[in-house]
């Protein structure tokens, strides 16, 4: 114990200057002594000078040890953590328009990592990804807040079972943590969606790309292509302002989805159930042409090591797409890899036109929705790509 009052764990001077910095995240590499500290301890953090620089959360699992959780030392966390839901429902309050379905809590970018916790309406759909956050006493603070701050008809949680194994945590199963409703509509936009809260990938949509399905409809016209198109997110919001839309995805319990979503606002779309790299080799040979295309793909690159491959992947897909696309057309070509930079992912589209000789003006470079906030010290916040072109 330190002087705080809290196990300490000390960290080396690369650790220390990488917190002084802003970064709220300490290695394992780092980490030169953290004696009997148990897992998902609350912790206070010393340089190599015995130098005080914070209170943080210890995994003694994760290659993340240490995720700051303050710079001073914290004598009431649940206390805090109440403060920083209350923070974080506040924050979207404020930024978060025309939805009902939106992110609460973004883990670092909220400042209370290894938490996620989503909204569906009236359901909220909570994520634990790491030690500190699946405590029980944690678990029953967070519960009871997002319970009497937003009183929802049922908090679910998703669990990923790889988290879980790579934290060294208990094996769980998803489940209703408050509440009895498991199913939802909502709106993005002015476009309805089915929400089931135990299926789908994520916690069941793709929120991040909230504000860009608004900012691709508005570009977009005439036939319209949406690859990767899970449960219809682009393919809705584009039917509005094109004569025919069709959506590819891989997965049939996406496409059955995007059917019942494309009934609840009252839109025909064609659903195309394909290998996305398959169908646009086909289609692009085949001489198959469209106004606009939109290309919404799964993290290509998660880790650095899959980098190369993923910007081989990334310049395929807009190779053929552009290939595709009618003079005048727009390509809403996006990446949600973190590993794949901004400039990555515009050098590999840039790329892809001067193979394909032609030229492309940038009409908006999009992040993410507001609502999954980027901590501007901590760039693993920021991992989103939405690009909206012209194409001639």
């Given amino acids: 114990m330190d002087s705080h009052g809290l196990p300490v ?9 990488r917190l002084t910095d802003g970064h709220v995240w300490v290695y394992r590499s780092d980490i030169l002594a953290a004696d009997g500290v148990p897992p998902g301890a609350l912790v206070g953090v010393i340089d190599d000078r015995e130098k005080f620089l914070g209170a943080a959360l210890y995994s003694t699992a994760s290659q993340i040890a240490i995720r700051m959780i303050a710079k001073d030392a914290v004598k009431d966390l649940d206390g805090l953590l109440r403060k920083r839901l209350q923070e974080a429902i506040a924050y979207r309050e404020r930024v978060v328009r025309g939805t009902d379905a939106y992110r609460i809590v973004f883990s670092e970018a ?86 089931e809260a135990f299926e789908g990938q994520k916690t069941g949509a793709f929120l991040d790309q909230r504000e860009n399905y608004a900012a691709a409809a508005e570009y977009a016209r005439g036939e319209a292509l949406d690859v990767f198109c899970y449960h ?26 995007a059917d019942r979503n494309a009934a609840l606002n009252g839109r025909e779309i064609e659903w195309i159930e394909a290998n996305a790299f398959d169908l646009l080799r086909d289609y692009a040979g085949a001489g198959q042409r469209y106004d606009t295309i939109v290309l919404d793909p ?79 010290a901590v760039p693993e916040t920021a991992y989103l790509k939405c690009l909206i072109l012209a194409v001639s």
């Fill in 9 to 17: 764990v000390k960290v080396s001077r690369r650790g220390a200057n």
């Fill in 110 to 195: 909220d400042f209370l990592p290894g938490l996620i916790v989503d909204r569906y309406n009236d359901l909220l759909s909570l994520q634990v990804l790491t030690q500190a956050m699946d405590v029980e006493a944690v678990r029953e603070v967070i519960v009871s807040e997002l319970t009497e701050r937003l009183r929802p008809a049922a908090i679910s949680e998703r669990v990923d079972p790889r988290v879980r194994e790579l934290e060294q945590l208990p094996a769980r199963s998803s489940g209703l943590l408050q509440g009895e409703k498991t199913s939802a509509v909502f709106s993005m936009n002015g476009v309805r969606f089915h929400y």
């Fill in 232 to 257: 219809g997110g682009f393919a809705l919001h584009l039917a509005s302002h094109c004569a025919k839309v069709t959506g590819v995805d891989s997965s049939r319990p996406a496409l059955e989805v």
């Fill in 298 to 376: 799964p993290a290509f690159a998660k880790s650095k090591s899959n980098l190369e491959t993923a910007l081989r992947g990334y310049k395929e897909l807009n190779l053929r797409a552009l290939k595709m696309l009618r003079p005048g057309g727009i390509l809403v070509t996006c990446s949600c890899s973190y590993h794949v930079s901004p400039a990555d992912f515009l050098e590999v589209v840039s790329q892809a036109a001067r193979d394909m000789h032609r030229n492309l003006r940038i009409v908006e470079n999009r992040t993410q929705a507001k609502d999954h906030p980027v901590l501007l």
